[in-house]
């Protein structure tokens, strides 16, 4: 063993025996590997309690994270918003005037007061509890989180989040000029699992886009091919289609994503697979929330991030009164999979209550 093997090992075993007193002890007894991170347990244990009243399910706070960070343009990085900057919170009187932010006033309204009273970044802030909200979610992706976002922001411009009455076409040219392909629209979709409209037809608030929408599971992409059939509410609305369930709700963008060439396979490879799912959508997601940053320059505090639950299920299911008959298969290169089909009676899709 040379001198410098056993320096090596000596330094080694310093290392070892130091590594539990490098982590910074936190409020609750919890650690974290930066010092930086502990504040975040604390926001944490604001926001379990208060926003999401006792942790749960959350997908409107985790609207806001994309409401806020698509306003980005790689063809017009200086006039096309900051990315995830919390500008639209800090410029919610200009930005929630947009007609596709509509009625996300009220979720800045209930997150800003915590984001001041700890003093951490708007666009920390509204990340951080996007990920929280999707944490909530049975078989829930866990999210990175990277704090140290600068508060400052202008306010992003118009016409930079796609509306559900948007053609494929525009809806893939905005993204691509956030920088995220034609599958990675998708892979972003499946937050839609967990999701439900409030202002698109605002005599059903709360109607879901799939029949479990507090589960992060795979029937988003099952249930959008199916054969839409009604209408949940008052009729067609801008944005809105046909539904296949009573009480659910068909977003335009949705069925038209899900069956067009350039998408329809990406949709129908999570019919039968959560985890890749969960671990495209966590991927997605990882670029999204620091559009308009240079990572390195972030600090990890992922570690805050709550551990999902399991999913009840990982594959999809036909639903009751539908066979695989009703699904508009849009893949041309692979066969739609065999599913098995819920027994029963056609069953309503109950609102989500309003939290
Ligand atoms: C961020 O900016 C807002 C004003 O837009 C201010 O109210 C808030 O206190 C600032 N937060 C921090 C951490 O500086």
Redesign the pocket.
């Known amino acids: 063993m040379s001198i410098k093997t056993v320096f090596a090992l000596a330094a080694l075993i310093v290392a070892a025996s130091a590594a539990p007193s490098n982590r910074a002890v936190c409020s609750k007894g919890r650690t974290a590997a930066h010092a930086t991170c502990c504040k975040w347990f604390d926001v944490l244990d604001d926001i379990q309690d208060g926003l999401f009243d006792g942790a749960e399910c959350g997908e409107e706070v985790h609207e806001l994270t994309f409401h806020d960070a698509i306003g980005f343009s790689l063809t017009h990085p200086l006039t096309g918003g900051g990315g995830a900057d919390g500008s639209i919170m800090?410029h919610s009187e200009i930005e929630t005037k947009f007609p596709a932010n509509n009625g996300v006033d009220d979720i800045i309204e209930q997150q800003r007061p915590i984001?001041?009273k700890h003093?951490?970044?708007?666009g920390d802030f509204i990340q951080f509890a996007g990920a929280v909200g999707v944490s909530n979610c049975a078989g829930g992706p866990r999210l990175q989180f990277l704090a140290g976002r600068s508060?400052f922001s202008f306010p992003a411009p118009d016409k930079t989040v796609p509306e559900p009455q948007d053609s494929v076409n525009s809806i893939l040219a905005r993204f691509a000029d956030a920088g995220f392909s034609p599958n990675e629209v998708v892979d972003l979709l499946a937050s839609h699992s967990v999701a439900a409209q409030d202002h698109v037809d605002e005599t059903i608030p709360g109607s879901p886009f799939d029949s479990t929408p507090s589960s992060f599971d795979p029937q988003i992409f099952v249930e959008t091919l199916l054969k839409g059939t009604a209408f949940p509410g008052n009729g067609a609305n801008t944005g809105e289609v046909q539904s296949p369930l009573p009480g659910e709700f068909r977003l335009q963008s949705d069925f038209a994503i899900a069956r067009d060439p350039r998408t329809a396979c990406e949709w129908q490879s999570f019919v039968n697979d959560h985890a890749s799912m969960v671990k495209k959508f966590e991927k997605a997601m990882s670029k999204l929330a620091v559009l308009g940053h240079v990572p390195a320059l972030l600090t990890d505090c992922s570690e805050v991030i709550p551990q999902p639950k399991a999913a009840a299920s990982n594959v999809g299911v036909i639903p009751a009164g539908k066979t695989l008959k009703d699904i508009e298969a849009s893949c041309k290169v692979k066969p739609f999979p065999s599913l098995s089909v819920l027994p029963g009676p056609i069953q309503s899709v109950p609102p989500v209550p309003a939290s």
């Open positions: 800090a984001a001041i003093g951490v970044s708007f508060n």
